[in-house]
């Protein structure tokens, strides 16, 4: 077990780079920002020459790898960091200088135990990308494939293990502070953040996702998943197709290609509400250097490291929540978040109802290029906190994933309205899904299974109907002593952790609490 004093010892390190970049202003102007932490702020502070505007993105990106994918999973967090901090975040790209590629070919080597030539017959080593976890390299294999190998960095593993040990026990420090802390969750924040890591860092993983992506969009014309070599994949190594195309987020050689783009940029629109709505499972990371267009207008997505998942449920009250807001019926979204008991019972249907028209209203109607979905989550988050709704992490993916659709769509198509695009898809899924038809079908197949458990169910009706909303269950959060705790059994110690616990806070607080008032 990591004592605190080495906690104390990283927290303070990423602290005082965190304060060169700006980052940690704002929360010593903070009103719920306490006293200790202010101090210890400044304290951390102390002779560093601070840039003259907050870079949020800067600060994450030299704190090292994993600091780099903690930025972008806040900057889908304005409730978290604020408005300037989320957008500043946004900017924060995965990318780091290459590893040099003798150290490659002997991991390759290594976890396959095999000659780097028995797999490939030609293999550049200059990469043709190198970011946080990975880099990658362009080969082709034995039979004369052209594909593209994903190699994890040496040691990577073990550096992310040791950071996120530190986020879990700071995280748990503040979250012990009660107050908005405990709303946010960020103990469930970390968890999360830990396990889709944790997905990362398996390139077996990320192959079979792929494969489960590319069998839930088969049928779907203009959206490909690149092949996977299960041969050439293990733990540290994925080969996959080699794909050829433009960026999708090069505009000029979009169009100089003469693609349609208004048409691209509605094709990726209703790809995402396909894995999202229909299939329940999304490709999360759909950032602009994710996605390629083929010379035949095909939309081909690489890079499944990071993936989303809902279930039936959440899918359906998902979809008329989405379909409440196109067509206005604002009580009806109101009543899904009490069904689903993301809000309190204890508030008002009808006076929820009325938040959601201040943030629905302004938006209806209007192109991307006025008003955004990006707009809409913020006023939601601004919503959440008045009606005491907690965080919801299981949704944290999916929101991140519509504002880069969105951001890409919009670069496509300045003129293109979400919603109409979204309306049509929407309403026939929930057609399809809870219309009449679909309702007799689902009463039939689950009275039929309710039939063939029935012994199970007359011996455990307790255990399986307990009362639950739309939340899934948190996964089990690892067991962290504070270091107020201590107190009792080690109280000659008690300063020195006082001041441990104190430290570790005033970091989190900087990276996940900027922003909350204000």
């Known amino acids: 077990m990591t004592r605190p004093i080495t906690h104390i010892w990283r927290l303070g390190k990423w602290a005082r780079t965190a304060a060169r970049h700006g980052a940690l202003r704002g929360i010593q102007h903070d009103p719920n920002t306490p006293l200790p932490v202010k101090r210890l702020i400044g304290f951390f502070s102390l002779g560093a020459r601070k840039s003259s505007e907050p870079d949020y993105a800067g600060a994450f990106r030299d704190i090292g790898p994993a600091a780099i994918k903690l930025g972008q999973t806040l900057a889908t967090r304005p409730d978290i960091v604020g408005e300037d901090a989320a957008r500043n975040l946004l900017t924060l790209q995965d990318n780091l200088p290459p590893v040099d590629f003798a150290l490659i070919r002997q991991s390759i080597e290594?976890?396959?135990?095999q000659p780097l030539e028995s797999l490939f017959s030609e293999i550049d080593p200059v990469p043709v990308g190198s970011a946080s976890i990975a880099q990658v390299h362009r080969a082709v294999t034995t039979e004369g494939r052209e594909v593209a190998i994903k190699v994890l960095r040496p040691g990577i593993r073990e550096k992310f293990a040791r950071d996120i040990a530190t986020y879990e026990w700071a995280a748990a420090h503040v979250e012990a502070m009660g107050g908005e802390a405990t709303r946010l969750r960020p103990r469930l924040t970390i968890a999360n953040f830990k396990r889709w890591t944790l997905r990362e860092l398996d390139l077996r993983r990320e192959a079979a996702s792929?494969?489960?992506?590319?069998?839930?969009?088969?049928?779907?014309?203009?959206?490909?998943?690149?092949?996977?070599?299960?041969?050439?994949?293990?733990?540290?190594?994925?080969?996959?197709?080699?794909?050829d195309g433009v960026k999708i987020s090069n505009v000029d050689a979009l169009k100089a290609a003469?693609?349609?783009?208004?048409?691209?940029?509605?094709?990726?629109?209703?790809?995402?509400?396909?894995?999202?709505?229909?299939?329940?499972?999304?490709?999360?990371?759909?950032?602009?250097?994710?996605?390629?267009?083929?010379?035949?207008?095909?939309?081909?997505?690489?890079?499944?490291?990071?993936?989303?998942?809902?279930?039936?449920?959440?899918?359906?009250?998902?979809?008329?929540?989405?379909?409440?807001?196109t067509t206005g019926n604002y009580k009806r979204v109101a009543e899904i978040h009490f069904e689903a008991q993301y809000v309190p019972s204890y508030h008002n249907v009808d006076e929820f109802a009325t938040a959601l028209r201040?943030?629905?209203?302004?938006?209806?109607?209007?192109?991307?290029?006025?008003?955004?979905?990006?707009?809409?989550l913020d006023g939601l988050f601004a919503i959440t906190r008045d009606f005491d709704m907690q965080t919801q992490p299981?949704?944290?993916?999916?929101?991140?994933?519509?504002?880069?659709?969105?951001?890409?769509?919009?670069?496509?198509?300045?003129?293109?309205?979400?919603?109409?695009?979204?309306?049509?898809?929407?309403?026939?899924?929930?057609?399809?899904?809870?219309?009449p038809e679909a309702a007799i079908a689902d009463r039939i197949r689950e009275d039929t299974e309710t039939l063939m458990r029935l012994p199970q169910l007359i011996r455990r009706i307790e255990d399986t109907y307990p009362a639950k909303g739309g939340a899934p269950e948190p996964p089990p959060l690892p067991d962290i002593e504070l270091m107020w705790d201590r107190k009792l059994r080690e109280p000659r110690r008690w300063p020195?952790?006082?001041l441990a616990a104190g430290a570790g806070a005033a970091l989190v607080w900087g990276a996940m609490a900027q922003g909350w008032i204000g």
């Open 358 to 376: 201040a943030v629905g209203e302004p938006m209806r109607g209007k192109p991307v290029s006025e008003l955004s979905v990006g707009q809409m």
């Open 258 to 325: 003469g693609h349609d783009l208004p048409a691209l940029a509605q094709r990726l629109v209703l790809s995402f509400l396909k894995q999202a709505i229909a299939a329940g499972y999304f490709h999360a990371d759909m950032h602009q250097g994710n996605l390629f267009v083929r010379a035949d207008g095909t939309i081909v997505a690489i890079d499944f490291g990071i993936m989303g998942r809902i279930d039936r449920r959440a899918r359906m009250w998902l979809a008329e929540i989405l379909y409440g807001l």
């Open 394 to 435: 299981h949704l944290l993916l999916l929101q991140k994933t519509m504002v880069m659709v969105e951001g890409i769509a919009t670069q496509l198509d300045p003129q293109i309205n979400m919603w109409d695009v979204s309306a049509p898809y929407v309403k026939s899924w929930i057609r399809d899904e809870l219309g």
């Open 496 to 498: 020195g952790y006082l």
């Open 210 to 243: 792929a494969s489960e992506l590319a069998e839930a969009m088969v049928g779907t014309a203009g959206y490909c998943v690149p092949d996977i070599d299960w041969d050439r994949t293990n733990g540290r190594v994925m080969t996959i197709e080699w794909v």
């Open 110 to 113: 290594s976890s396959f135990d």
